[in-house]
């Protein structure tokens, strides 16, 4: 279990969430209101930091996508199958790209992963370079209007029904 810091969630799980939900939904065609997308984000930032106290790594990842879902369904009313979808593609790619900065970041700065866990503000630090990745693909796929609509055929279903 994981004892996260208050200003990890406002610093680092909100706008992780915000990122995750708007990238996974733009590339599954949808646009909702950012105001949206953040009343979500935060009630998942206070979600994230429950379910980190209380149950053990790896379930936390599970049940934080769970709650991601059924906020985005019932906060941004998308169908759930592709509420599923949406977050399900933004986690990964933020699962890809967080796992490679883990990976990279605490070798360049010569500290431990469990020195950077138990700093609160390096944690936040942390967050910062993946952030600034998801930040740009956001920024690219909407300044492109780049999705994968035509990639996922569930998606096409989806559009002549409306």
Known sequence: MDRMPINVVV???????????????I????????????????????????I???VGFGLHILLQYITMCILV??????????SLLGVLIGVTIT?????TMVL???KLIGVSVAEIMSRSWLRVALFLPHLCILSILVYLC???????EDEIGILRINKRQD
């Open 142 to 148: 909407l300044k492109h209007n780049f999705t994968l």
């Open 73 to 82: 369904w019932l906060i941004i009313r998308t169908p759930i199958y592709l």
């Open 52 to 54: 980190r106290r209380n």
């Open 104 to 106: 990279i970041i605490p």
């Open 95 to 99: 699962g890809l790209i967080e796992g």
């Open 11 to 25: 610093f680092g799980s909100i706008p992780e969430a915000i990122l995750v939900i708007s990238l996974g939904l």
């Open 27 to 50: 590339l599954i065609g949808m646009r909702p209101p950012f105001r949206k997308i953040v009343l979500a984000a935060i009630i998942q930032g206070v979600a994230a930091y429950y």
